[in-house]
Each structure stands twice: as C-alpha cells, then as structure tokens.
Antibody, heavy 120, light 111 residues
Framework: QVLLVQSGADIKKPGASVKVSCKAS????????IHWVRQAPGQGLEWMGG????????RSAPKLQGRVTMTWDTSITTAFLDLTTLTPDDTAVYYC??????????????WGQGTLVAVS | QTVVTQEPSLTVSPGGTVTLTCSSS?????????PNWFQQKPGQPPRALIY???DKHSWTPARFSGSLLGGKAALTLSGAQPDDEADYYC???????????FGGGTKLTVL
C-alpha cells in the first residue's frame, strides 16, 4: 500500500497563500493519481483535484480554478497543493489521497494524515 | 452542478444490519460511476472500504459489503459492532470538469 505523509499544520492570514506537501512512498509506476480533498470544520469531504505523478496530468475543481495549483516533484516523490488568495472559508483539513486506476478500476486506497490550514 | 446524496444519519443496533445508500442528481449510479466508500472516525483521515461498487480492500472487514441497488450505490453493514460508529462517505465518478463528487456523508450510530 502506498504511504502518504503530509506537511504540518499552518496558520495564514486572509489574502495569503499556502503550500501543502504530500510525500508518496511505494507508489505504482503506472496508473496512479494523487488527489487533494479538504474538509472544513464539522463538514463533509470536498474533492479539489489532483495530479498523475507518472504522466503529469492535473485536474482541479472548477470553483477553485485560478486559485489552485497542483504539482508533482519526481525528484522527491512529493505532490504539492498551492492555494492562493485565502479566505476564512478555506479553513479546513487538507488530505491527499491516492487512487489506483486501470481499465474498469478506480480505487481510492491511501490517505495522508491530513494538514490543518487555518485562515484567520 | 452534480449533487451526491446520502442519508444524513442512521442508527443500527449492535449485531444488526443497516444499508447506507448513495444517489446522484445526474441519474442512476452504475458501475461506470466507480463508487468508492469510506469510513471516517473523529480526528482521523478517511479509511477506504469499498471500490468499484462491490470490491473490498484487503483490510475491509467482511461485515461490510457494497452493491448497486435500484439506481444507487449501497453499503451494507451486517453484524454491526460499536466500533463501526462513524461517518461514512461515498464518492462517485462523473467525468467532465468535476470528475469526482463526494456525498454529504452518513453519520452511523450503533445503539
């Protein structure tokens, strides 16, 4: 199973940017996608987007486009989430989650421990 | 925009059986929706239980099973234990610009 380890909690002021990292170990060389998911306090899960480490494809939710960048650094096998122009509504725990995919299979199987980002 | 709907809360007795469902505003949930189910306990990240509607991970307890039922994805818990008290989320694939959408979650109480 892939191991995903995230960076620590962060506190930001409104208007600032935040960068969250997710280091992946033992991920497959094909058919793997790292998603970003956030959870506001007391709320449900929200899919934000993600990156395919092997082919470099990125996807992001329409409501976040323009404020979010998702990247992958092969040299350190780490995914990054950059979110700009923060507002208090961005206060949440941010998770990275790994999806194994192939024909007729899409399996979310690994989750990072979560990173709390507080905007205040 | 696509909305995925789950029961907000359900209660099951210890040893009992309960079924959680997951529906989509775009139409019937099928195998092409690649339903995934997760369990989340307070202060913890979600834990994957089911993928592809019916397939279990190696760590998924046998008392959990997934299915497609009447145009919805379903998660059935047979023989509920106190440790199963948690929030459960489904995730559906829709393709397009917002390919993955989570349901709002079901708070399951074992009482």
């Amino acid at each position: 199973q892939v191991l995903l380890v995230q960076s620590g909690a962060d506190i930001k002021k409104p208007g600032a940017s935040v960068k969250v990292s997710c280091k992946a170990s033992r991920y497959p060389l094909t058919g793997y996608f790292i998603h970003w998911v956030r959870q506001a306090p007391g709320q449900g899960l929200e899919w934000m987007g993600g990156v395919d480490p092997n082919i470099g494809v990125t996807r992001s939710a329409p409501k976040l486009q323009g404020r979010v960048t998702m990247t992958w650094d092969t040299s350190i096998t780490t995914a990054f989430l950059d979110l700009t122009t923060l507002t208090p509504d961005d206060t949440a725990v941010y998770y990275c989650a790994g999806e194994t995919y192939r024909e007729n299979v899409k399996s979310f199987d690994s989750w990072g421990q979560g990173t709390l980002v507080a905007v205040s | 925009q696509t909305v995925v709907t789950q029961e907000p809360s359900l209660t099951v007795s210890p040893g009992g059986t309960v079924t959680l469902t997951c529906s989509s505003s775009t139409g019937p949930v099928t195998s092409s929706s690649f339903p995934n189910w997760f369990q989340q306990k307070p202060g913890q990240p979600p834990r994957a239980l089911i993928y592809n509607a019916i397939d279990k991970h190696s760590w998924t307890p046998a008392r959990f099973s997934g299915s497609l039922l009447g145009g919805k994805a379903a998660l059935t818990l047979s023989g509920a234990q106190p440790d199963d008290e948690a929030d459960y989320y489904c995730l559906l694939y829709h393709g397009g610009p917002r390919p993955w959408v989570f349901g709002g979650g079901t708070k399951l109480t074992v009482l």
